[in-house]
Each structure stands twice: as C-alpha cells, then as structure tokens.
C-alpha cells in the first residue's frame, strides 16, 4: 500500500511538472485525420492480435459497464472495445481514439502510468490528476514485445465504486495472451497458455466462464461453471460442448455466421429452481471464428411465471444421415410453418416428440410456447379438462379462478398430442370440434375463447385400422392427417445404428461419469445387426447399461427380446413381398415352410443360429432345408 502511495505522488509531481491542468477534462494531445491514419497503420498488427483477446476479456465484464482500452507505446488510443454501450453511463468522453493518456498530456492515470514505470497498475477516483478521470477506476498493464520493450498497454476502465483487484488480474491475463500471440506461436499453444493465465482469475468470478476451442473442446472451465453442470472440473475439460450441451443448435457454426452474441437460458434438475443463462461468444482470428467464451449464471425465476413444456430439440438433434431419416427431415422442415396438422406416425421409441419439438423450432412459432399432453396417460374422466380447461367452480377442490387448458397455454404455439390413438371416442368428438372451429369451451363456462394452435398428433397405432375396428372417428382421422409424416423404425435405419451407439456412448458416459468404454467385437457386431423392436429408445437403454457395466451388457441381446421380435417378424409379414400369408388357395406345406425361413432370415440378419432357434430346429436340419428350398443366405 506504501509503494502504491508513493507511486501516485510520484506521478502526480511529474504531472505537475509537465504543466498538466488539474481542472482539465480532455488530453492536450488528440490526433484526427491522416496522423491518426499513420499511427492506426503502423499498429495495424497490435490492433487486430488484440481484438481477440479484447473480446475474451470484454465477455467476462459485459454485464458490468466497463469499457477496454489498447494504446500504443506512448499512450495514444489505438483501439476501444464498449464504448458505444457504456459512454453515458461512465460519463468518459474525454477518452476517445486518437487521445493521448501518457502523463505529459492527461497526467495520472493507469494507461500513462504503467508505461513510465513499466509495471501493471489501478488507479481509482482522485489518485488520477485531472478531474475529468476522477469518476472512474482504471487497471493498466504494459505489452512487450519479445526483446522486453514497450509497445503499448491495455487497459480496463469503469466507475470508481466498481474498483475490484480482479479486474486488474484480467487485464494481466489479457496482456499475456496478446504477447505470446505476438511471438507468433500456433493458436492452440495460445490459447492453452492464456488459460493458464486466466486459472486464478476467472476461479474468484461470481458466474461461470467456460472457453472453447474450434474443434468445441472445453479448454478451461471454472468451479462455478462446473457447479452448474455438477459435474467435476476434470470430467469437463477436453469434452465437447455439445455432449455437454447436447440440445443445442451447433453454437459455432451459427457465430461463424453471425458475429453477435448469443443467448440461451437452461434448466437443470439438480438447479431446478434456477434457469441458468448463457452468453455464447465467439473467439475470432483473421476473421475466422477459433474457440468461444461461454459466461454461464444463475437467475430466479421471476414470481408468477411456471414451468410449461417446452421445446428443447431442433433437428440437429435428431442423429442420423440415412436416406430414411434424411427424407423425413427435408419433407419436415418443408412443411414446419404450415399451419395445417401434422400426423406422425411410428413405433414406439422412434423419436415422435423430438421431431414434433423440431418442426416447432424450425417454424415462425419458434418464440411461443410448445405444449406436449400424452392422451394415453391421462385418467378418461380429467383428459377433458386438461384439453379444455375449466371455469371456477366446476369442481370440488378445483383452482380457485378456474384454470386454462393446453389449448389455451399452446395458444399462437404447438400443441403436440402424444398416443392420439389412445383417445376416448367421446372426447375425439369435442376434439374434431375446436379443430374444425379454432376455438375452446372451458367445462362449466359458456364464453368461447379463439386460439390460434398448431397441432401436432403422434400415434404408434395404425389409426386406418382402428378405424374399421369403430375405436377412432373417421373424420377426425381425416382432420389430422392432413399431412401424414412416417417416422421409420430403427431396423429401417441401419446406417445410423453405429452413430447412435457414438453417440450414447458419450452422452451416457458423461452422465454417469465414467470413461467412454470399448465395445467387444462380437458385443458391437450383435448392436449393429440387432433389430431393435424398442427402436431408438431401447437402444439408448441399453447402451446405458453397457456403459455402466464397462463395456459389457448384463444381458442377452437376443434371447431378452425373444417375444418382441417375433411380434417384429410378424408386423413384418404384413407388408412384406414374401410374408407368411395363409390364403384359400395357398395350403401348400413346403410353400408356407419356405416363406417362413425366409422371413427369419431377413427378421435375424442371416445369423442361422438365432433363426434355427426362433424356429424349433437344429442349424443342421436348418441348413437342409435352406438348400432343399434353395434359398439364398
């Protein structure tokens, strides 16, 4: 504190010497013009290494009014990053490009200061010597170049009842990564020192910063942002953002495209009564993007506003490049901003609800509410009143004030019904009346109240069908399916088995918190050539207990699922060109024992073994009669 008192005095007396006016608000020195020009020339390189460490360091004070300032070797402003938005609020005019802030033209201040003595420093209110600097606090440090010699400074500015020894530690980390980006080292050598720079700083921050490289590695991460993940800090680092993140859009491509920050807001279970905002900003080299700084922090929600079903996924989240998938994306995002209603249809696990979010996101809905309800798991007698909603007083123990439906809540949104197929026939009726009519009743009200709700409906039954059996209405069916999407099985997808087994593996092992682990081959052969009656889902489950099991899955892949594939042999024989089909005229023995290997051979992907056990026989016998009927295998 002594040296730092004798430090000001000292500069004070050189100001005073050098005829500085204490009453002064401006430089004596300014340059404009084609001086200016020259100066910015011969700094050109200085000025554009800076800028990205600049933007680094802006990121992790962006919320707290403070502007950052680079000069050159004598104290003339080169560059300012933040002046536009925190002019008026630091009342700072007087510091400007082209100003000079050496001791001989503006007296005491951080900038002049560090370069005559060569040190990084903080001066705060009336340790500067004009008046016009007295309102703010500023921390300095100088840049050298290789051979030890000044060649500028960087410097953080803002009022002066924000002094904190922190900001000083970032204009340091700040100052390091610019000098060793000026030894022209490779990048990520850079950014791998700077971090290590940044560790002590960025540790005593009130809000979690993350760094990530171009490949979207987490290079440094601190303890509050690992908190947010709760996760440890050494499981964090090298993974990739979007195994952390995994509901994100690709966050660099869209900052390489779009040089403005980005903003998400997150909820975690274990931070259920936060939501965790995120600033993504982008890291850019020579114009090109090279990593991001990612300020996490925690916020309340504010009182009166609940939680509601969202839509979290887009169609990067659907993992996949099959043919298959590919055409249900391209005729998905073609139809999103319809508003005409969607039928997805498809087996159980296949992913209907990620696709419904998707379309949501993808659409000009994207900023309204999406509203999921599961017609199959909502008791017959309530189903009404959660559609619909009710007036106060319709029911015993009811809301107080009565209570909006999810057609209200969806309103100018999505509203995606799940197992549509699992509807009472009685409420299809009042179903096909708000969609036909735009508008809803609520129970015990009179008043119709006009929505304005995209629908979505989901089933994994074949609603023609049930139809004809009398258990779902024909006119709603033909009101839903005004445009019929088809969601393949897994078993139609297997181009995408090996991606999705990567995929879990990661997401699994992240959330377990254990290493990645390595499949056996004959282990990773059964995955890819299963036929996965569960589809999507039951792959992710099982990769979870192979994850937990170190690589090894406490199960038989085969045998577990014995009844559900046979029901996938038969489901298969339906529309298959070879199926099994007992017709008047086909009583042929050898003809229907033909069709019947066929159809497991194809059903267990020529592995003999599983098929001569599914159908009662020895491989032997199996062998014979494949030759006898000269079937191709």
């Not at 249900?328 to 296949?350: A, D, M, R, Y």
């Not at 629908?455 to 709603?476: H, M, P, Q, S, Y």
Request: charged residues 30%.
């Amino acid at each position: 504190m002594e040296n730092k008192k004798i430090l000001i005095e000292n500069s004070h007396k050189r100001s005073e010497s050098y005829g500085v006016e204490k009453k002064s608000n401006y430089s004596k020195k300014i340059l404009s013009g084609e001086r200016l020009k020259k100066i910015l020339i011969k700094n050109k390189e200085l000025i554009e290494v800076s800028k990205v460490y600049i933007d680094m360091v802006f990121s992790a004070v962006m919320d707290n009014e403070f502007i950052i300032v680079l000069t050159d070797n004598n104290g003339c402003i080169l560059y300012i990053k933040g002046i536009e938005e925190n002019i008026s609020k630091l009342d700072c005019i007087n510091i400007s490009i082209g100003a000079y802030m050496d001791e001989q033209n503006i007296g005491t201040n951080a900038m002049g200061t560090a370069i005559k003595e060569d040190k990084c420093v903080q001066i705060t209110a009336n340790e500067h010597y004009i008046h016009g600097l007295q309102g703010l606090t500023c921390s300095a440090a100088p840049i050298h170049n290789s051979k030890g010699e000044i060649i500028g400074t960087l410097n953080l500015t803002g009022r002066s009842n924000m002094k904190h020894p922190h900001t000083l530690g970032l204009v340091v980390f700040g100052v390091k990564a610019i000098e060793n980006e000026l030894d022209k080292k490779k990048i990520s050598n850079i950014l791998t020192q700077m971090y290590n720079y940044m560790e002590s700083v960025i540790e005593n921050l009130d809000k979690g910063i993350m760094i990530v490289d171009k490949e979207g590695k987490i290079t440094n991460i601190n303890k509050f942002a690992a908190e947010i993940f709760n996760k440890d800090k050494e499981l964090l680092l090298k993974e990739k953002i979007q195994y952390i993140l995994p509901n994100l859009e690709n966050i660099l491509e869209k900052l390489d495209t779009d040089e403005k920050t980005i903003i998400k807001e997150l909820k975690f279970s274990h931070t259920s009564r936060y939501k965790t905002k995120l600033v993504f900003k982008g890291i850019r080299h020579n114009k090109k993007i090279v990593g991001m700084v990612i300020t996490m922090s925690n916020e309340k929600e504010e009182k009166g506003v609940k939680d509601s079903t969202g839509a979290f996924f887009s169609f990067n989240d659907i993992i996949g490049e099959s043919a298959a998938i590919n055409n249900v994306i391209t005729n998905c995002k073609i139809i999103s901003n319809s508003p005409s209603t969607v039928l997805i249809q498809g087996e159980s696990g296949t992913g209907k609800e990620i696709l419904a979010q998707a379309m949501h996101n993808y659409s000009l809905r994207r900023n309204n509410k999406f509203v999921a309800i599961n017609c199959g798991a909502i008791p017959i007698n309530i189903i009404e009143s959660e559609l619909f909603g009710y007036e106060d007083g319709t029911f015993t123990g009811g809301k107080k004030g009565g209570k909006s439906g999810k057609f209200e809540i969806a309103n100018k949104g999505t509203l995606f019904l799940d197992e549509v197929g699992e509807m009472p026939l009685d409420m299809q009726v009042k179903l096909l009346r708000v969609l036909q009519e735009g508008r809803v009743i609520r129970l015990g009200g009179s008043k119709e109240i006009p929505i304005d709700v995209r629908v979505i409906a989901a089933t994994n039954k074949n609603l023609k069908k049930e139809v004809k059996k009398g258990t779902f209405r024909e006119d709603l069916y033909y009101r839903l399916c005004i445009i019929p999407i088809t969601l393949p099985p897994l078993r139609e997808r297997k181009g995408d088995i090996e991606k999705l087994i990567e995929y879990f593996l990661r997401i699994k092992s992240f959330k377990l918190n254990k290493h990645i682990p390595e499949i056996k081959g004959e282990l990773y052969n059964k995955l890819l050539s299963y036929n996965w009656p569960g589809n999507i889902r039951q792959l992710e489950n099982y990769i979870e207990n192979i994850v937990n099991l170190d690589g090894v899955l406490s199960f038989d892949l085969w045998e577990d699922n014995e009844e559900m594939i046979n029901q996938v042999i038969f489901k298969e024989d339906q529309s298959n060109s070879e199926n099994f089909q007992i017709e008047e005229k086909n009583f042929n023995l050898e003809e229907l024992e033909r069709k019947t290997i066929i159809t497991a051979i194809k059903a267990y992907n020529n592995n003999i073994t599983k098929v001569a056990k599914v159908l009662g026989i020895s491989r032997n016998t199996l062998y014979l009669k494949i030759k006898k009927y000269n079937i191709e295998v």
